[in-house]
């Protein structure tokens, strides 16, 4: 059972655009939810991560915004530019401490940013 | 100074082989794991280690063994190779940080390709 759903599957944007992806959770028990950005041939790096007591998340161009009551989450990258061009996945989990936590990964979202 | 390393970065094998990848971490984490990342980039925890002792073991066929020396270092072994094996498998630790939440350090990954 998937227990975080991503879409797009794939994102086209034009340089400047914006992009949004947008991610749904079923488990009302996580309260972490990160994402990650990963190139070909890297592994995946984490972008920008939020909990759920605030509603949106921005760090430069990449904001999170967050509907507890709706369960979903969503990626906006502003401006965007070729650089950007990668696969992009949310994730969630419940936070535990010490032993560390089990991340559900989306099934991410490769998006390619055109000049 | 690489954070979390894998050795090796590509492996190509005969079905019915034994192979092991070697990961290791010099943050200083305490929990390390181990996903599987499939041709379709869909990123699945298969275990999590944390101080050496076996937290999460996803229903992964037992074919395959993680060992765990010490803090630092999470191998995987995995006998009897079988096709559907290949993939890329990513190395990861993370460090309790409170309400910052458990951010995941990926390894560059390992491509295993079973011929």
């Known amino acids: 059972q998937q227990q975080v759903k991503q879409s797009p599957q794939s994102l086209i944007v034009q340089k400047g655009g914006i992009s949004i992806i947008n991610c749904a959770y079923e488990n009302t028990a996580f309260d972490y939810f990160p994402w990650y950005q990963q190139f070909p041939g890297k592994g995946p790096a984490l972008l920008i991560a939020i909990r759920p007591d605030v509603s949106e998340k921005k760090e430069g161009r990449f904001t999170i915004s967050f509907n507890k009551s709706a369960k979903q989450f969503s990626l906006h990258i502003m401006d965007s530019q070729p650089g950007d061009s990668a696969t992009y996945f949310c994730a969630a989990s419940k936070v535990r401490t010490n032993t560390g936590n089990q991340f559900y990964f989306g099934t991410g979202t490769s998006l390619t940013v055109i000049p | 100074d690489t954070a979390v390393s894998q050795t090796p970065k590509y492996l190509v094998t005969q079905m019915g082989n034994d192979k092991s990848i070697k990961c290791e971490q010099n943050?200083?984490?305490?929990?390390m794991y181990w996903y599987k990342q499939d041709s379709k980039k869909f990123l699945k925890i298969m275990f999590s280690y944390n101080n050496k002792e076996l937290i999460i073991n996803e229903t992964v066929p037992n074919r395959f063994s993680p060992k765990s020396p010490d803090k630092a270092h999470l191998n995987l072994h995995i006998n009897s190779l079988e096709l559907g094996d290949s993939a890329v498998y990513f190395c990861?630790?993370?460090?309790?940080?409170?309400?910052?939440?458990?951010?995941?350090?990926f390894g560059p990954g390992t491509r295993l390709t079973v011929l």
């Open positions: 943050l200083g984490h305490d929990t």
């Open positions: 990861a630790s993370s460090q309790f940080r409170g309400r910052g939440g458990n951010e995941q350090f």
